[in-house]
């Protein structure tokens, strides 16, 4: 079975300071890795995916097979990335998966 | 807007009424998804279309749920005989056939009182 965990329910941080919201994940094979974002009153959108490498917002994620994580990084956290992070993850395409799993999210607060 | 619709955003029913709402797909995604968010918790997967087949279904589906999606454009999910359990948050996303990246609608707010 799939499972995403995210430990945190709530992140707050000073605006400046480094983010780092965690995620863990359980899947037998090769998963790929989302990060799903919920700004206020804005539908659920996609930050970035693992097989993209690529920083989006001044976030990144690196998928850490080892330890099964995939935690989303900023090293400077701004007013407007106050939201609600959601962690997900989707069976490779070749085994005919295309459902997300996602965890519970973390809303994350930036203090001004 | 020309990202994934879905009618209506809110419905308050009565524990036992049947409700049906609307999903309309970004155009040309052929594979459509339902969601459903409840407080506290991450969207779950319900069941999913490419095209006009239904191809997976959650066991979160019960018998009561029963979706369509008979052009291979817009869907509906249909609830009968609505309990309070059923109140939740109904998320429709849609992908194109390339991607494993889905694109998701406002959602439905549905109530059951």
């Known amino acids: 079975a799939q499972r995403v965990t995210q430990p945190e329910k709530l992140l707050s941080v000073f605006k400046g300071a480094p983010v780092e919201l965690k995620c863990n994940y359980s899947y037998s094979g090769s998963p790929e890795l989302f990060w799903y974002v919920q700004y206020s009153r804005q539908r659920l959108q996609l930050l970035l995916r693992h097989i993209s490498r690529e920083s989006i917002k001044g976030f990144t994620a690196d998928l850490n097979k080892g330890e099964t994580s995939f935690h989303l990084k900023k090293p400077f956290a701004q007013e407007e990335d106050s939201a609600m992070y959601y962690c997900?993850?989707?069976?490779?395409?070749?085994?005919?998966?295309?459902?997300?799993?996602f965890g519970k999210g973390t809303k994350l607060s930036v203090i001004p | 807007d020309t990202g994934v619709s879905q009618d209506p955003r809110h419905k308050i029913t009565k524990r036992g009424q049947n409700v049906t709402f609307r999903c309309d797909p970004i155009?040309?995604?052929?594979?459509l998804y339902w969601y459903r968010q409840t407080l506290g918790q991450g969207p779950e997967f319900l069941t999913y279309?490419?095209?006009?087949?239904?191809?997976?279904k959650s066991r979160l589906l019960s018998d009561r749920f029963s979706a369509e999606r008979p052009k291979g454009s817009f869907s509906t999910l249909e609830i009968q005989r609505t309990e309070q359990g059923d109140s939740a948050m109904y998320l429709c996303?849609?992908?194109?056939?390339?991607?494993?990246?889905?694109?998701f609608g406002q959602g439905t707010r549905l109530t059951v009182v």
């Open positions: 997900a993850l989707s069976g490779s395409i070749w085994a005919g998966s295309y459902q997300l799993t």
């Open positions: 996303a849609s992908s194109p056939t390339s991607a494993t990246e889905a694109f």
């Open positions: 155009s040309e995604h052929n594979r």
């Open positions: 279309f490419q095209n006009e087949a239904q191809l997976e």
